[in-house]
């Protein structure tokens, strides 16, 4: 665990803001998914990397004054060690606290902010000057809806002690608010995306032939590609066996998924059921750079999801990296999803677990190059526009002064 702080500001000075003074904020920032300082990319799913980046942007806003708890550890330590560090948490969170005079403990998903109720109860989370922290959760999807009685059960509790509440997208708000969160409590803020996430993007050509050399692909393939953990949810398995059959007749069509997981061997299953294992290619987990030539080189980026109750998609911030690389985007309209892709601006949206759907609108794409030249500009147009880490740090840090100023 590494606890730390950086000054930026006096906060007694305030800054004016859309008419309003708007003084700098003492937050403490608490995560249990930062990955170990020398091997920075062993821990980077979407929430992990949710986590390092919005920690680094608000390092960066002038009105923060920023604190931080956290654990440093791989993803497969990351259960044991948590299971560790939430005592201690509960523990020290109150005294650092006071010392430090924290205005907004922000919990970097609801993990974290399941001690609130404890911390509550235990301090009132009062500050040596006498005002009272308040107690921010990032909400993010699974981390809300996962299909555990007890974790469900204590959700509430959880809702209830909370301050604030800022899921990443509508469909996990309207989660949190079956669970017990209120409308006054919710504020939506977006996941962002570094716009130096892969630095000088290869070159679109050469990334293409990079490709088809190393999986042995024609040269008039048509690649689909797909990245993320392999777990139901992300439909992986039904799009092989219910989509890509459908796409032979176009184009040599091919389908290249990067990530593991446990659908794997239910991957490969479906593949050999539906005829398509030679178009199918699971390079498992990439290293980064493999991950900027696989979405340069590819034509359309699928995010084939299906509903799995208790294992919702609250983003998908892959699809952010997909528009940063300009590849247009072909993806279900269920749950997070819809928040990230608009309808001719980064992609098109087709009904979840609608076969037909999907292979319509792929085709559509297949058959129209200078469709998807142009949809692929615009798409990382949008992405940098609406998704940089700045500008969402800048929305978030607003309603954390606002939050201070007013109470609410």
Known sequence: MLTSSRSFADPTRSSATSGQFRPAVRLLFVTHSFP???????????MQR???????????????????????????????????????LALSLPRRIR??????????????????????????????????????????GHDVTMAFPPYQRWLRRVFGALDAVLPVSQATAEACEERGATTEQIEVCPNGIRLDRFGS???????????????????????????????????????????????SSDSPTY??????????????QAAAHAGVTDRLRLLGRVPEADLAT???????????????????????????????????????????????????????????????????QIRVLIRDRELRDL??????????????????ARRTVRHLQDLVLNGH
């Open 294 to 360: 696989l979405l340069r080189g590819s034509d359309v980026f699928v995010m084939p999801n299906v509903q799995v109750e208790g294992d919702m998609e609250g983003f998908g911030v892959v699809m952010l990296e997909a528009g940063l690389c300009e590849l247009p985007v072909v993806a279900a309209a269920l749950e997070g999803i819809q928040d990230v892709v608009t309808d001719g601006a980064n992609g098109f949206l087709v009904p979840p677990e609608d076969p037909t759907a999907f292979a319509e």
């Open 201 to 247: 993007l290869p070159d679109r050509d050469v990334a293409r032939q990079h490709l088809l050399d190393t999986h042995g692909l024609p040269d008039d393939a048509f690649l689909l590609a797909s990245v993320g953990r392999q777990v139901k949810r992300k439909g992986t398995a039904w799009f092989v066996e219910h989509v890509l059959p459908r796409l």
């Open 99 to 140: 010392r430090e005079q924290i205005d907004v403990v922000v919990f970097s998903s609801m993990v974290t902010a399941s001690l609130a109720p404890l911390l509550c109860r235990m301090t009132r989370g009062r500050t040596t000057a006498g005002r009272r922290a308040k107690y921010v959760a990032i909400a993010h």
């Open 50 to 88: 949710v986590a390092v980046d919005l920690h680094r942007a608000m390092s960066e806003h002038p009105r923060v004054i920023l604190a931080t708890e956290a654990i440093y550890t791989s993803w497969t330590w990351t259960a044991a060690r948590t299971t560790l560090f939430l005592p201690k």
């Open 36 to 46: 170990p300082r020398d091997r920075p990319l062993s821990n980077v799913g979407g």
């Open 255 to 268: 389908f290249v998924v990067a990530g593991s997981g446990p659908e794997d061997e239910t991957i490969r």
């Open 375 to 392: 949809l692929g500009e615009r798409s990382r147009e949008y992405v940098m526009g609406a998704f940089s880490w700045p500008a969402v």
